[in-house]
C-alpha cells in the first residue's frame, strides 16, 4: 500500500501563485509515476501534470503549461506542483496519484489518491 498526503492549498487571488506537495509513505518504491489531477463539483476528474519519478520526465495539461511546474524531491519523497497566474478557472480539488507505470492523462490508470487539496482562485 501507499499513503498520499497533499497540502499547501488555500485561496489566492487571480494571478498569484500556490504550490501544492504530495508526501508519500508506505510502498513508495512499487510506484514509479506521480501525476496531479482536479476536479469540480458535477465535472470529472481531470488531468494536470504528471511526473516520471526515475527520469523526472513530465507532461502537462494544455491548459497549464507554461503556468504549472512539476517536480519532485526524491529525498523527502515528495512530489510538487508549483501554479503560477492562476486564474478562476483553475479553482478545483487538486489530488496527488500515484501509479505502477502508467503515465497518462486518464485518472482511471492511477492506483493510489490523496485525499485532496482545495484550490481557490478568486477573480
Known amino acids: 500500500q501507499e499513503q498520499l498526503v497533499e497540502s499547501g492549498g488555500g485561496l489566492v487571488q487571480a494571478g498569484g501563485s500556490l504550490r501544492l506537495s504530495c508526501a508519500a509513505s508506505?510502498?513508495?518504491?512499487?510506484?514509479?509515476?506521480r501525476g496531479w489531477f482536479r476536479q469540480t463539483p458535477g465535472k470529472e476528474r481531470e488531468f494536470v501534470a504528471v511526473?516520471?519519478?526515475?527520469?523526472?520526465?513530465?507532461s502537462y495539461a494544455d491548459s497549464v503549461k507554461g503556468r504549472f511546474t512539476i517536480s519532485r524531491d526524491n529525498a523527502k519523497n515528495t512530489v510538487y506542483l508549483e501554479m503560477n497566474s492562476l486564474k478562476p478557472e483553475d479553482t478545483a480539488v487538486y489530488y496527488c496519484?500515484?501509479?505502477?507505470?502508467?503515465?497518462?492523462?486518464?485518472?482511471?490508470?492511477?492506483?493510489?489518491w490523496g485525499q485532496g487539496t482545495q484550490v481557490t482562485v478568486s477573480s
Open positions: 496519484a500515484a501509479s505502477y507505470g502508467y503515465r497518462g492523462s486518464d485518472y482511471r490508470g492511477y492506483h493510489y
Open positions: 508506505g510502498r513508495t518504491s512499487s510506484s514509479s509515476v
Open positions: 511526473i516520471v519519478w526515475f527520469g523526472g520526465s513530465t
